[in-house]
């Protein structure tokens, strides 16, 4: 689950407009080799984001044993 | 693809409705501007590929439209250039309908553009695209609750399979036939009205959502989900990709080659044994021209039609599955290393088919330094233009087994001088824009659509190369007998001196005069080359067969190393327009042109002198 988003404005809306926003589950389905992009899954979308960018997205784990950083 | 060079303006017709198509990326906005009108816009399954204006005229039901296809936003205060494209557009166009098209299955997030537009106060409508989807992934919608709450009407369509069409056309006339003709709309303070209202759409959302709108409790795609797991794999998704990429270069190679040769054959003859004779009666230098001029150059041309089409719809293909998206996924880890990202490698695979649409689509990027370093790898891609001087040269120098490795071999290169140009310039074009990207589920082509496409790209192809050959011709024809009186391209004409002028430039890379000249016509296209060599070695050669012309004088090292520099020096001009107009700077246009004279000039020079030394030659 989402809690905050802490990054500049026009990513924020990018992001907001693929569904990431707080409150809002979301899941890592894979990363990409060579710490290459994640691949993850928000409501019906999918979407890659890069690793650094994904930092600045602040969750809190349902699942422990998955913590996306 | 819609290769029109400057930003289309749109032309209002006095009388005449303007309709607008707005969505997001990705949509089908292009699916149903294509289905509604005669026009041919560029559909693929990736979000960005449309990045300017393109409109239409349809007729509904007695009244004159006007269809405006658009970029695909995700906000309308987004800040890259396609999404300026769409606020330009919607500040200085009056429109009497917005169509807002939104991904039925991906309503959860789409729905906030319809709720943008209406803040607008635009006279709008809702399309639910993709029913197919949302039924296959479960997604379920209240049709008459959603338009109650939205207070807009709302139609469920699928542009791609053509259903619900008929009702769209029909709820679109009836909207417009609300308002009187000439009452279109401007937005003013487009942004300032969207940012006051922005905390209202968040809160707005939820209940519309929820009160029309049922989603699967689990994801459904299993599709997407089973290949994924191979084609995105950590170790095997590269080499999987690289192998697709392989084998369908070796596909086309191997059904368009033969083709081509036996369409080559079949012109010849008809030059030789149908036109020859009929023009017999004509003045010599008249039928001169006409055989070996015009029509070699343009028979040579065309026999390559049936390997461009091949090419493009494995392009379709391509495009249209998804696994675009998943290339971007698959290198934007290597990429992000020579200072670029997934997006530019999709865009330098699109080169392949035609440098300039893949030039426009770096739109989509929002830093400068990214967008600049993406227009200064592009033109290496090698596009279908160059791919049949290099057809046609592998077949004339090499046995097919040995061209299909020579071919492959420039692919390579291709490559590889992007990656060498992104690691030399990366530190002057740095940039840290985030990169976040749709993954659309895989999708099936369908054939009537990637057929119409191919063929649209053929027909263009075959515009542009008839244009630039009998320009060509007239021009290589003039060079080679001006000054009158000279022996047709004997060292005295004007071709002749052109050549010798620049031999001390090209002689150390191994291109003769006359190749020299073909060169300097290909700036223009790269679709001149092939047609100049027909005129300058078929007036000189008697039989008229080219490919032996060229061989008795041309070793194969030197035909190498002509290839090698028609790889990598500047595409064509209509490149160069174009990376003006997008990058807004002469300096980097010039620079980008220099780079490439430089860079094809070194590699010639090291594969010509290192040939020497082995003694290749
Ligand atoms: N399943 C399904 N696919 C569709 C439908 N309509 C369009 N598509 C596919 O969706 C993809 C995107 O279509 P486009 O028409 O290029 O989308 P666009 O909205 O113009 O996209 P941008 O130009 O990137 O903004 C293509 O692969 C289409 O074949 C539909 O009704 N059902
Ligand atoms: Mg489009």
Redesign the pocket.
């Given at each position: 689950m989402v809690t905050a988003l802490t990054v500049e404005a026009g990513l924020r809306h990018r992001l907001e407009a693929l569904g990431i926003k707080p409150g809002q589950q979301v899941k890592v389905l894979r990363r990409g080799w060579w710490s290459g992009p994640i691949h993850l899954r928000v409501g019906m979308t999918e979407l890659m984001l890069r690793q650094i960018d994904a930092a600045r997205i602040e969750v809190h784990s349902a699942d422990p044993s998955r913590v996306p950083r | 693809m819609t290769h029109c060079l400057e930003s289309v303006g749109v032309v209002l017709v006095p009388g005449q409705a303007t309709v607008a198509?707005v969505?997001?990326?990705?949509?089908?906005?292009?699916?149903?501007?294509?289905q509604l009108t005669a026009a041919h816009?560029?559909?693929?399954?990736?979000?960005?590929?449309?990045?300017d204006l393109m409109q239409a005229e349809l007729t509904l039901e007695g009244r004159s439209v006007q269809l405006v296809?658009?970029?695909?936003?995700y906000d309308l205060r987004g800040h890259s250039e396609?999404e300026a494209v769409v606020r330009r557009f919607l500040e200085s166009t009056p429109v009497e309908l917005v169509v807002i098209?939104l991904?039925a299955s991906q309503i959860d997030r789409q729905l906030r553009l319809a709720l943008q537009v209406r803040q607008l106060g635009l006279p709008a409508l809702v399309l639910l695209?993709?029913?197919?989807?949302a039924r296959?992934f479960g997604v379920g919608i209240d049709l008459d609750e959603l338009a109650r709450r939205l207070e807009l009407p709302v139609l469920l369509?699928?542009?791609?399979?053509r259903?619900g069409l008929g009702q769209a056309r029909h709820a679109i006339a009836k909207a417009l036939a609300a308002s009187p003709s000439g009452a279109g709309c401007t937005v003013l303070d487009l942004e300032p009205r969207l940012a006051a209202a922005d905390c209202d759409l968040a809160a707005a959302m939820g209940p519309i959502l929820q009160a029309a709108v049922t989603f699967p409790a689990q994801w459904r795609d299993a599709l997407t989900r089973r290949l994924d797991r191979w084609l995105l794999h950590p170790l095997l998704g590269l080499p999987i990709f690289l192998l697709v990429m392989a084998l369908m270069f070796q596909a086309i190679y191997a059904l368009g080659v033969p083709m081509q040769q036996a369409l080559g054959a079949l012109i010849d003859h008809f030059s030789r044994f149908v036109l020859a004779p009929a023009l017999a009666s004509w003045p010599p230098f008249l039928s001169a021209f006409i055989t070996d001029g015009l029509v070699l150059g343009i028979g040579t041309v065309s026999a390559f039609l049936p390997v461009i089409f091949l090419f493009f719809l494995a392009m379709g293909v391509v495009?249209?599955?998804?696994y675009l998206s998943r290339a971007a996924f698959l290198m934007d880890a290597f990429m992000e290393r020579l200072g670029l990202d997934g997006r530019s490698f999709v865009l330098s695979l699109m080169g392949f088919g035609c440098n300039v649409p893949a030039i426009l689509g770096t739109r989509v990027m929002r830093s400068s330094g990214l967008r600049l370093l993406s227009m200064l790898i592009i033109p290496f891609s090698l596009c279908s233009a160059r791919l049949n001087v290099f057809l046609f040269m592998a077949s004339v120098f090499f046995s097919p087994r040995q061209g299909a490795l020579v071919i492959f071999g420039l692919y390579l290169l291709s490559f590889g001088a992007s990656i060498l140009t992104a690691l030399l310039f990366k530190g002057r074009f740095a940039s840290e824009e985030p990169l976040v990207l749709e993954l659309?589920?895989y999708?099936?082509?369908?054939l009537p659509?990637i057929w119409r496409r191919a063929w649209a790209e053929v027909r263009h192809f075959w515009f542009w190369a008839r244009r630039f050959i009998i320009f060509g011709v007239v021009g290589i024809w003039l060079l080679n007998n001006l000054p009158f009186g000279v022996a047709p391209a004997s060292a005295q004409s004007l071709s002749g001196q052109l050549g010798e002028l620049l031999q001390p430039l090209l002689a150390p890379i191994g291109i003769n005069p006359r190749l020299t000249v073909a060169l300097v016509f290909g700036f223009i296209a790269k679709e001149i080359v092939l047609g100049g060599l027909a005129v300058i070695y078929g007036q000189t050669a008697s039989s008229g067969a080219l490919g032996h012309a060229l061989a008795s004088e041309v070793s194969w090292v030197q035909a190498v190393s002509f290839m090698l520099f028609t790889l990598l020096y500047t595409p064509c001009l209509s490149t160069v327009a174009v990376i003006r107009t997008e990058s807004k700077r002469l300096g980097f246009t010039l620079f980008s042109v220099l780079w490439s004279l430089v860079l094809a000039w070194l590699v010639s020079f090291c594969f010509y002198q290192l040939a020497a030394l082995v003694g290749w030659r």
């Open positions: - | 198509v969505g997001m990326p990705n949509t089908g906005k292009s699916t149903l501007f294509t816009a560029h559909i693929g399954n990736w979000p960005g590929l449309t990045v296809d658009l970029p695909g936003i396609d098209i991904n695209n993709m029913a197919d989807e296959r369509i699928s542009a791609k399979y259903q495009e249209d599955s998804g659309p589920p999708r099936l082509p369908t659509q």
